[in-house]
């Protein structure tokens, strides 16, 4: 929603996170969502769905580096890629990042977000024209399901929270999917909420994934643009524990990344106590 040149986010009837808007630069419903671009005083470009803010070009590099780089620089291969959602190109571009990719899917329902951010995102999106990469504008949870077994090395789920197109992402069915899909030792990283603003939706998603995966492990960090509040990512793979850091991965990237480091790739995954109540 806007009012009096502020676009605002409402959480759950009870918080707000607003931010001064310059020019509404794009606002469209098409058949699975509605898809708004700002114009913002602080936030530079801002991209709203469904009333939800999902990224600004002023922080995203906290967002798409953590849902990438903690996965890429440590699986045991990373040739074949697969991202689910992802429409305005952030996780893509961090992926391309990687020499030692191959080919990148990125499989979005929605072909309104992908056109909306080519056009008012640019800076976001920035390896469309990679060789790469390929978009599929298409149901994500299908085209999981008819990957062939063992066919990719890590699978990415950049999706929004799980209402609307996105609800289908987080269950167990798909995340069976992935697993099917994955290599031996292949793996699977998605945003997994807040575990201050939305508790439920995070142990829940942390309890469904340890019914199909060995290592299961939440990592941490604040997304100014989601209120502040302690974000969530979750690494999950078919081998007891997490893969180490790979040096000759991070080199790469090293010049390029402004948040996540050798450093962080081990501090994140360390949880407040109140998570680790929350799991018990």
């Not at 798909?174 to 603003?197: E, N």
């Amino acid at each position: 929603m806007t009012s009096d040149m502020w676009a605002s986010e409402i959480f759950d009837d009870s918080f707000r996170i607003s931010v001064k808007v310059r020019e509404k630069l794009f606002d469209q419903t098409g058949p699975f969502q509605r898809v708004e671009v700002f114009d913002t005083e602080r936030w530079g470009r801002v991209l709203m769905i469904d009333g939800l803010f999902m990224t600004s070009d002023r922080d995203e590099f906290v967002y798409h580096e953590l849902l990438t780089h903690p996965a890429l620089c440590s699986a045991p291969k990373i040739e074949r890629v697969v991202i689910i959602g992802g429409g305005d190109g952030g996780c893509a571009r961090e992926v391309l990042r990687h020499p030692g990719v191959q080919s990148v899917s990125l499989v979005e329902i929605d072909s309104l977000v992908v056109e909306a951010s080519k056009t008012y995102l640019p800076g976001i999106g920035t390896a469309w024209n990679d060789q790469r990469l390929e978009v599929r504008i298409e149901d994500g949870i299908k085209y999981v399901a008819e990957l062939p077994p063992a066919s990719t090395d890590v699978i990415l789920l950049d999706s929004s929270d799980p209402v609307g197109p996105a609800e289908g992402l987080f269950n167990a069915s798909f995340f069976a999917a992935c697993k099917r899909a994955l290599k031996p030792g292949g793996v699977l990283a998605l945003q997994s909420g807040s575990p201050f603003l939305m508790q439920k939706v995070f142990r829940d998603t942390q309890h469904v994934l340890a019914q199909h995966f060995a290592c299961v492990a939440p990592y941490f960090a604040n997304v100014p643009l989601y209120g502040s509040a302690i974000w969530s990512w979750t690494y999950a793979s078919d081998q007891p524990s997490r893969y180490p850091h790979i040096a000759e991965r991070w080199a790469p990237i090293a010049e390029t990344c402004k948040y996540y480091n050798p450093e962080i790739h081990d501090a994140i995954f360390a949880a407040p106590s109140y998570v680790k109540k929350l799991l018990e």
